[in-house]
């Protein structure tokens, strides 16, 4: 069973190294990629953050890679293509000040895209290393909803679920690791299995033997105990269907069983007219939201300081008699006045579009697809309808034990996950594991070393405060904490001290007249690592050479 904890995916990221970060859903993907980029940020580096659909970049708030590397909906690049592509004027400014490219959900990004966004970095940066030699984080869940395949590009009229269709196991590549690109990056394994969300132990046996394909009749017999009716369901639980129209159908006839008029709230956008229509359309609230007293809605944004996050769910209470914006009880019994939230799509600090809109949508039902990412303390689900590897387990893991799952059906596919998958995902563990012992045996010393050396190949700031001090805190005694590298320097001298040309000079000399690795280290005062990351550095040695 591979196992790495947040703390050491974090070490292995501040490295520099391509990777690969996965886990089940709860694992605190997201939480570990967050805390990733407040580091950087602390460290004035500015990574890019992209995610392969619409609704991911809006819950991160960044571009979809597709418009990052400015492909658009491109399915393949000519030689003119690129050209035109490395000659555009605002990518190749955004492409040549990254030096970190995070792409979240990357499961949902098929091969070919991502070898395109390759090639366009590759040609940008005028480099052959992969991705022009940026750092590359992939972030997500293969066995979650899989790269979505458009109906010119399957060949069997029954394969049309409707306009945009979900591949099934056919052996033609379909996921991101199927690229060369994706080999070529050759990302180090972080594989999260801490569980944040789960708490019930029947529930996770479930939810684990989906993923392993060993679901049998003992986990069956737990499911079918969920099963239940429409009519004996919470009237406030969400309801998740495969389908769009049964969402529209049902959230609309419940709204309209309300006495009284029903108010509405449209959204408004300003900025890139393209980006602010990408947004209108990935955004998980309606850009024309109709709400009633009594209304079931769920908020599609996080804000934690005014009580709410992504999936919490409530009823419309009153409005605002002043404002006309609405006042939402929560099931935690607290009552919150919404107003519009904004959500922004933003490059080096500047805004390019935004929209606002009230973070809410009705919640009577929702898509399994829409549902990817949020967790819930309760969902009424009908999955009858499934049709994809992945889309049932996608659905089950939204809800944080068995006691809130009320099943209306299902078919076999809800309990199967992609084949391929399956047997790709025993290499990720295997190889998570061997990362973690790699890690584990490392010298604290060299591995801040490293750090350091990222942060200034990167061109930031090492001497920047810890995350309490930036953001205002004081000591006890009235003073300034002091910075993460005034502590460090505290137990190594010498760490993030940089090279100088006389440094350089000196290890080449004393190098080429044999003097060993461990006589370096103590005239330099540096740790091995440190030694030999210089000696690869100014060509002495080769980057595989003991």
């Known amino acids: 069973m591979a196992s790495m904890t947040q703390a050491e995916a974090l070490a292995v990221l501040q490295t520099g190294t391509n990777v690969f970060l996965t886990g089940e859903p709860g694992a605190g993907k997201s939480h570990t990629i967050n805390t990733y980029t407040r580091w950087l940020r602390d460290h004035a580096i500015e990574p890019a953050i992209t995610a392969s659909t619409g609704i991911a970049a809006t819950h991160i708030g960044g571009l979809t890679i597709h418009s990052w590397a400015g492909i658009g909906i491109k399915r393949s690049l000519s030689e003119y293509d690129l050209d035109r592509i490395a000659s555009t004027e605002h990518v190749v400014k955004r492409i040549r000040r990254t030096k970190i490219l995070i792409i979240d959900e990357v499961s949902m990004l098929g091969p070919d895209t991502l070898s395109m966004v390759d090639a366009v970095c590759r040609e940008v940066l005028g480099s ?25 590009e399957v060949s069997d009229p029954q394969d049309f679920q409707s306009d945009l269709v979900f591949d099934q196991a056919s052996a033609a590549p379909r996921f991101a690791y199927d690229s060369p690109a994706w080999a070529r990056a050759n990302p180090i394994v972080c594989y999260l299995t801490e569980q944040h969300r789960q708490d ?10 989906i993923r392993s394909n060993s679901f049998d009749d003992t986990h069956l017999a737990h499911i079918k105990k969920r099963a239940t009716r429409v009519e004996d369901t919470p009237a406030t639980a ?26 509405s709230f449209v959204m408004q956008g300003t900025g890139a007219p393209a980006i602010v229509a990408a947004l209108k359309k990935s955004c998980l609230s309606p850009e024309a939201l109709f709400l009633k007293v009594g209304a079931s809605v769920m908020f599609t944004k996080n804000n934690p300081k005014e009580g709410y996050v992504n999936g ?54 929702i898509t399994v697809h829409k549902s990817q990412g949020m967790s819930m303390d ?57 990362a973690a012992e790699t890690f584990a045996k490392m010298d604290p010393a060299e591995l801040a070393q490293m750090h350091a050396n990222f942060i200034t190949a990167c061109g930031g700031n090492l001497e920047a405060q810890a995350p309490a001090a930036a953001a205002g805190a004081l000591n006890p005694d009235g003073s300034q ?37 461990v006589q370096l280290q103590k005239e330099f005062g540096r740790q091995r690592g440190s030694i030999r990351a210089r000696l690869i550095k100014l060509g002495l040695i080769e980057e595989d050479a003991a």
């Open 481 to 517: 904490p002091e910075s993460k590298l005034n502590l460090l320097r505290k137990k190594f001298p010498n760490a993030y001290r940089p090279w100088s040309d006389t440094d350089d000079e000196k290890l080449k000399e004393l190098f080429e007249a044999g003097q060993t690795p």
């Open 378 to 434: 309760e969902a009424v689900m009908d999955l009858r309808d499934v049709f994809e590897y992945g889309q049932g387990y996608v659905a089950l893991s939204r809800v944080r034990r068995l006691a809130g799952l009320y099943l209306l059906g299902y078919n076999k596919r809800t309990f199967e996950v992609h084949p391929g998958v399956l047997a790709k995902d025993e290499q990720f563990r295997f190889a998570s594991d061997t």
């Open 312 to 365: 919490t769910l409530g009823t419309v209470q009153s409005f605002n008699a002043y404002t006309g914006y609405p006042a939402v009880a929560t099931r935690a019994g607290r009552i919150i006045n919404v107003e519009p939230a904004e959500w922004s799509v933003e490059e080096s600090g500047r805004v390019r579009a935004r929209i606002t809109q009230l973070p809410l949508r009705l919640a009577w039902a």
């Open 200 to 209: 019930d132990a029947d529930f996770l046996g479930i939810l684990s033997a």
């Open 128 to 152: 052959s290393k992969p991705f022009g030699g940026l750092q590359v984080i992939f972030v997500g869940d293969f066995f979650q909803l899989p790269p979505i395949v458009r109906r010119a």
């Open 238 to 263: 969400p309801k998740l269907y495969s389908h769009n129209a049964d969402v529209d159908r049902i959230n609309e006839h419940t709204l309209g069983g309300i006495d009284g008029t029903a108010k």
